[in-house]
């Protein structure tokens, strides 16, 4: 029975998207870390995905990535530390702050989007270029559908 279990458990879609987006950071990480940048980990992928131009709360990132508020500050924390976050006074509420990312940030993100491309190339070539666009075209479609549940 548990055989069975496990065997339905790795073929459960949550599962497989999990594993494929770990994956997928992993190797966008290791060419990361072949240009030196070894200070980002899988863990701060939790947050960077939520950081935009305009700057964010931690209370906002918190709520958009199911964690709490305490585990993106620490995260907020560590990537300050190691300048690739700046903080803002937030404009309408004068006990917030926004989280921006740094000059060093906007760099690590134009060589992230690199890299990115890189490895959905990669992606793309084993799957076949149709089912990479089909599969990419479907994510999209869900992801714009959960926005609006």
């Given amino acids: 029975m548990s055989q069975l279990l496990s065997k339905v458990r790795d073929v459960h879609l949550g599962r497989m998207l999990l594993k494929l987006e770990r994956h997928f950071t992993r190797q966008v990480l290791d060419k ?30 918190a709520h958009q990535a199911g964690i709490t508020k305490q585990a993106v500050s620490k995260l907020v924390d560590e990537l300050v530390q190691k300048g690739y976050l700046a903080l803002i006074p937030d404009p309408t509420d004068g006990r917030a702050f926004l989280i921006l990312m ?48």
Avoid: C
């Avoid at 990361?32 to 906002?60: C, E, N, S």
């Avoid at 990115?116 to 270029?129: F, I, K, L, Y």
């Fill in 102 to 149: 740094s000059e060093k940030g906007n760099e690590f993100l134009k060589l992230t989007l690199k890299y990115t491309q890189q490895v959905e190339a990669q992606w793309s070539s084993q799957v076949g270029e149709d089912d990479f666009k089909t599969m990419k075209a479907a994510m999209t479609t869900l992801l714009n559908n959960q926005a609006n549940d």
């Fill in 32 to 61: 990361l870390a072949a240009d030196g940048i070894k200070d980002i980990t899988l863990r701060h992928f939790v947050i960077i995905p939520y950081i935009d131009h305009k700057g964010i709360r931690a209370v906002d990132i």
